[in-house]
């Protein structure tokens, strides 16, 4: 175990609905140390990230 951060770190996934920006989201969703802000995929627009990932922020995929 590794102690809470104490402070996080923003980020974005660009290409979130692919396979590795899935497992990108995955696994930033997962750590404490990480704040998911926001999520692009032009492919996937409007959709809800949880689509894809089921653990994941119910962020709405962007395509900009």
Known sequence: CRPLPSTTHRVAVIGASGRMGCET???LSADP????????????????M??????????VIEDK
């Open 50 to 59: 949880r689509e894809f990932v089921p653990t994941s922020t119910d962020l």
């Open 25 to 27: 989201v995955r696994a």
């Open 33 to 48: 140390a990480f704040d998911l802000v926001a999520v692009v995929g032009k492919s996937s627009a409007g959709r809800s």
